[in-house]
């Protein structure tokens, strides 16, 4: 594993969706300065069971009187994607698919446009998002965010930077992570299709996080509806 860089020494603005990546992430930063976490909600299917999740991962260690209050934005994508867009309907691709599949275009353009407006209101200049090693969307690089962080700099003339800590870590890292920071890692949702605060079993991003779990050689404690696809064919 990558070493982490220490925890940002001035106020940071974490965009934590509730997903495992996030909400680590979110532990790690509020280990240093102040801590905002933001959640932008676009109007996917998923996003009432993460809203849900965060809240109690908020409410509890070890973030729980660490962090600052929940900031919740409104930024509907609704109206750019197709009526039978799989994310808006709540059907993700099929388990073994790769995470191409799953892009949502201009979805970190529109976040961190989002939250910058939010933290230059407050005299935030860092932004925090959780893309992992691996990633292989266009909105995910280096590149896209040093060159973000410029545009948003220009066009709010305030300084703004856009850092990705986890970039060199793949999710058994963050898992791992979590765990040695105290992070209930079960109480996370990373999951297209969740139901009742369980996680389907059965979408790519349930894959990605059994296998991690795997890799990682802690015990997955999350609960899922339906077991491995592959556990059925064998």
């Given at each position: 594993?990558?070493?982490?860089?220490?925890?940002?020494?001035?106020?940071t603005?974490?965009?934590?969706?509730?997903?495992?990546?996030?909400?680590?992430?979110?532990?790690?930063?509020?280990?240093?300065?102040?801590v905002?976490?933001?959640?932008?909600?676009?109007?996917l299917?998923?996003?009432?069971?993460?809203?849900?999740?965060?809240?109690?991962?908020?409410?509890?260690?070890?973030l729980?009187?660490?962090?600052?209050?929940?900031?919740?934005?409104d930024?509907?994508?609704?109206?750019?994607?197709?009526?039978?867009?799989?994310?808006?309907r709540?059907?993700?691709?099929?388990?073994?698919?790769?995470?191409?599949d799953?892009?949502?275009?201009?979805?970190n353009?529109?976040l961190?446009?989002?939250?910058?407006?939010?933290?230059?209101?407050?005299?935030?200049?860092?932004?925090?998002?959780g893309?992992?090693?691996?990633?292989?969307?266009p909105?995910?690089t280096?590149?896209?965010?040093?060159?973000?962080?410029?545009?948003?700099?220009?066009?709010?003339?305030?300084?703004?930077?856009?850092?990705?800590?986890?970039?060199?870590?793949?999710?058994?890292?963050?898992?791992?992570?979590?765990?040695?920071?105290?992070?209930?890692?079960?109480r996370?949702?990373?999951?297209?299709?969740?139901?009742?605060?369980?996680?389907?079993?059965?979408?790519?991003?349930?894959?990605?996080?059994?296998?991690?779990?795997?890799?990682?050689?802690?015990?997955?404690?999350?609960?899922?509806?339906?077991?491995?696809?592959r556990?059925?064919?064998?």
């Open positions: 594993m990558s070493a982490l860089p220490d925890p940002p020494c001035t106020d603005c974490v965009l934590c969706s509730g997903g495992l990546d996030s909400v680590v992430l979110l532990a790690w930063a509020a280990g240093g300065a102040p905002h976490p933001v959640y932008v909600r676009a109007g299917a998923w996003e009432p069971q993460e809203l849900l999740a965060l809240g109690q991962i908020l409410d509890a260690p070890p729980a009187g660490r962090v600052r209050p929940l900031t919740l934005l930024l509907d994508v609704r109206d750019l994607y197709p009526p039978g867009h799989w994310a808006v709540g059907q993700p691709p099929a388990y073994d698919t790769p995470d191409e799953v892009f949502l275009p201009g979805r353009v529109l961190l446009a989002k939250a910058a407006v939010l933290a230059i209101s407050r005299g935030v200049g860092t932004l925090a998002i893309p992992l090693a691996g990633n292989p969307f909105d995910a280096p590149e896209f965010f040093d060159a973000m962080g410029r545009a948003l700099s220009l066009g709010l003339a305030h300084g703004v930077q856009v850092v990705a800590p986890f970039a060199m870590l793949h999710k058994a890292d963050v898992i791992r992570v979590g765990a040695a920071l105290g992070v209930p890692l079960e996370t949702l990373s999951c297209m299709n969740p139901r009742d605060g369980m996680h389907c079993g059965l979408c790519s991003k349930c894959r990605e996080r059994r296998d991690a779990f795997a890799e990682a050689g802690i015990e997955d404690r999350t609960r899922y509806r339906s077991p491995s696809p556990t059925s064919r064998s």
